[in-house]
Structure formats: structure tokens, C-alpha cells
């Protein structure tokens, strides 16, 4: 999607993908924590597979939740918005959660899997959050967590303040490409 729009020459709300699989290790640790039979791990647990969508500003998101509605490849089974419903620690994105087909040698098997589509501003909290919840494994100390909550709310006013230039951004970063895109015409660097 995001090489269309840029083949388009339009804006596309898809500043970067990532995809992961969570490690064995981590699947039957949480497995653990949330009491889920071995059994019926690949049922109940809905982040084994996760795919993150990182974009500039927040309506990107809900653009990208909506590209992600008209598709027929998989089924949507929940959505949750962490941006308007934000979590106590101050976390925010919008999770889908999905059941998309895959070819095995047993057959087609159906899998669960967690798209979390965020701003770069919250990917960038997140991803500290997350290290630091390693590192205390789980029990942050109340003055960190008091400062990441502090933190996420710079994080979204920084958003809001975004959301406001957006416009100028957009024209800065086409203008920009259209640089870039003569220099390469012309055998220059951009």
C-alpha cells in the first residue's frame, strides 16, 4: 500500500511496517500469567503473530483502520482504541485483531494476529515502556511509571501539535520527494 501511494505521488499515511512473531519462551510465559491452557494457546492468545503500522499523525490511523476494514483476506474479530480509551500507563494505539488464513502441510490453518497502528511519537513511548517493563519484569517503580504517564502526554500533545502543521508537513515532505526524484533523473544526489 505504501509503495502505491508513492507511486501516486500522494500522501501515504504508512510511514513504516515491522512484523514479528513472539518467541516461544514468551508465548507459554504469558500463557502462564493469564492461565490459558496449553491447548488453547493459538485461540486465546491474540498477539502470537503482531504486525505494527507506524505513521505521522493521528488520523493516519484511523485512515489505516479503515484500509484494513475493506480488505477480504482476513477477518476482523475486534478493534480496540487505545488513543481515545487510553491505558493507565498512559499507553495509546489502535489494535486490530485478526484472523487471516495460512498454507501449511497439515492445510490451510487459521491464525490469530494483533495489528497495533500508532504514531511515531507514540511507537517511540511504547517502545521504552516496553524495555522498561522488562527490566522490572512488570513492577515499574511508581516515580517511573508517574514519569512515563508524563511522558505519554508529551508524547500526545506533541501529536496534537502535529495534527495542527500537518498540511505544511505534507507540502515540505512532496516538495521534498520532488527534489529528490529530479537529482535522481538527472544522475544527482538528493
Known sequence: ???????????????????????????????????????????????????????????????IASMLRA??????????????NK?????????VIVRYPVATIHGEKHVIAEIQIRTLAMNFWATNEHSLNYKYAGQIPENIQTRL???????????EEMAKIKDEVQEAQWIFHQYKSNANKKGGHA
Open 149 to 159: 504517564k508524563r511522558a505519554a502526554e508529551a508524547a500526545f500533545r506533541l501529536d
Open 71 to 84: 480488505r477480504h483476506d482476513f477477518d476482523i474479530l475486534e478493534e480496540k482504541d487505545y488513543i481515545k
Open 87 to 95: 491505558k493507565n500507563s498512559g499507553y495509546r494505539s489502535y489494535h
Open 1 to 63: 500500500m505504501r509503495s502505491q501511494y508513492e507511486i501516486e505521488s500522494s500522501h501515504s499515511p504508512i510511514e513504516l511496517v515491522t512484523g514479528r512473531v513472539k518467541p516461544v519462551s514468551s508465548i507459554l510465559d504469558k500463557a502462564r500469567r493469564k492461565n490459558i491452557p496449553h491447548d488453547q494457546i493459538e485461540e486465546e492468545m491474540q498477539d502470537i503473530a503482531g504486525v505494527r503500522v507506524v505513521c505521522q499523525f493521528v488520523d493516519d490511523i484511523y485512515s
